[in-house]
């Protein structure tokens, strides 16, 4: 009776231990990488290594990288801003719409996740 119910007890704590990794409850590091092409600037990666507000986004492009910063989170939907540019990122629907002064231009990107 004792080692059945030792077993039983060992089984449930394996089963949640594998259940809280597997659910990324000890993720350290998540970096998420966009790859684009719009009509406003091109091709272009978004790389997003926090999604917090305040982080910054690091924008590729073939003529240079530059940083966005991220002004707004909600859900999940990332803007973020730089000087002329603004982009809106749909991280569930790979989707990004940039906007340049009054020009609207929104892309389904190419989407890498990496996490540890």
Same mark, same amino acid.
């Given at each position: ?37 719009? =009509? ?6 978004? !790389?997003?290594?926090?999604? /917090? @507000?305040?982080?910054? #986004? ?12 991220? =002004? ?6 990332? !803007?973020?801003?730089?000087? /002329? @540019?603004?982009?809106? #990122? ?27």
């Amino acid at each position: 009776m004792i080692k059945w119910l030792y077993g039983a007890i060992c089984a449930l704590v394996f089963a949640g231990l594998v259940t809280i990794l597997g659910s990324g409850a000890f993720t350290r590091f998540e970096h998420k990488t966009f790859l684009c092409s719009n =009509t406003l600037i091109g091709p272009f990666e978004l !790389i997003i290594n926090k999604a /917090t @507000l305040g982080s910054d #986004v690091q924008l590729s492009q073939p003529n240079g990288n530059s940083r966005l910063r991220i =002004t707004s989170v909600i859900d999940n939907v990332i !803007i973020a801003e730089a000087d /002329t @540019l603004r982009f809106e #990122v749909d991280i569930e629907n790979s989707l990004v719409s940039v906007q340049q002064m009054a020009n609207l231009s929104t892309s389904k990107c190419e989407t890498t996740n990496f996490s540890m």
